[in-house]
């Protein structure tokens, strides 16, 4: 672990970075930003990247790469675009997309938030090959977002991690279901800190959780409002493999934030923003892929072992 300003150096920048902006589009695309990613059976990296056109609304379309780092084949069109004719929670477009391969289904499970006027709400898609779609429609009403599913049941029911906006603020959900569309059980996961913390404002998953030995692991963004405008940071935490509700280490300090000038600079200045990972060949080396500034694409990567260590030593229950 490399050090920063005296504090260990989790996460490391990509030296490509932004990997994929909207002059890699081979159609009109205002911006490129918050990617869901997952690997292939074949190996390769797919990244279901959030495009936002000059109207403002944003649609999925997918980019292929043999090594996750360059050589992206990006469809030549849009893979998945809001259909607000056969579901009106997508009038404003589908955003922020990620991604679970559900061993039981044989099928990617997307979960992605649609945009209308009720508000940002959770929709469900299923894909085997990124080529055809299955939706479940909307799964969890405005306001919430930030969602992802557990790539297995836990005690007999799909899980859901999901972050509503409730009268005491923006924390994170978990919900159960049996068969993707009828959901409950729902209880009370992770909360913003309020007070001076970095995660005061608001918290919302980040990339679908990772499954370890020790634990799930989660990466969530904490949000900061200040007098500039919001800061979007990277948290990490660590809950039980057979009662995900239940924390086992939060960490104190954020582990990621926006640095470079890309993150800094774009559509939505200091915003650092993950929605997917892909794990090396080891079993310990993450890939985080995540939007920078509302604006581009970009990669870091970091060891969950190291993961794991720090929030022994930075965490507690
Ligand atoms: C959040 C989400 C993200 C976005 C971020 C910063 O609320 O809407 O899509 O990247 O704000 O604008």
């Given at each position: 672990m490399t050090a920063e300003r005296g504090y260990g150096q989790l996460f490391h920048r990509h030296g490509?970075?932004?990997?994929?902006?909207?002059?890699?589009?081979?159609y009109p695309a205002h911006t490129v930003f918050n990617a869901g990613a997952t690997r292939l059976h074949d190996g390769t990296t797919l990244l279901l990247c959030r495009v936002e056109d000059r109207r403002g609304h944003s649609h999925l379309c997918a980019a292929r790469s043999a090594n996750g780092v360059d050589g992206w084949v990006i469809d030549?069109?849009?893979t998945l675009r809001a259909d607000p004719e056969h579901y009106p929670e997508e009038l404003w477009g589908i955003e922020d997309p990620r991604i679970t391969f559900v061993e039981e289904l044989g099928k990617y499970v997307i979960a992605y938030t649609a945009f209308s006027r009720g508000g940002p709400g959770v929709a469900l898609a299923l894909t085997e090959d990124f080529r055809r779609f299955e939706r479940c429609g909307l799964?969890?009403?405005?306001?919430d977002k930030d969602a992802a599913l557990l790539p297995r049941r836990i005690d007999g029911s799909f899980a859901l991690l999901h972050r509503p906006m409730t009268d005491s603020g923006a924390h994170i959900w978990i919900s159960f279901s049996p068969d993707l569309r009828n959901w409950g059980g729902h209880k009370l996961l992770l909360?913003?800190?309020?007070?001076?913390?970095?995660?005061?404002?608001k918290v919302g998953l980040s990339p679908p959780l990772v499954e370890t030995s020790r634990g799930w692991l989660m990466l969530y963004h904490g949000v900061r409002q200040t007098a500039a405008g919001c800061l979007y940071r990277l948290g990490v935490a660590l809950f039980a493999l057979?009662?995900?509700?239940?924390?086992?280490l939060r960490g104190d300090s954020w582990i990621f934030g926006p640095e470079a000038p890309y993150e800094r600079e774009?559509?939505?200045?200091n915003v650092t923003f993950p929605c997917g990972y892909t794990l090396g060949a080891d079993g310990d080396t993450i890939n985080l892929y995540y939007g920078a500034a509302d604006t581009s694409i970009a990669l870091a990567t970091g060891s969950i072992r190291e993961l794991l260590h720090w929030l022994d030593e930075h965490g507690e229950a």
């Open positions: 490509n970075n932004p990997l994929l902006t909207a002059a890699d589009w081979p030549r069109e849009p799964i969890m009403q405005p306001d909360q913003a800190r309020k007070g001076g913390w970095w995660d005061a404002n057979d009662r995900p509700e239940r924390c086992l774009g559509d939505v200045g």
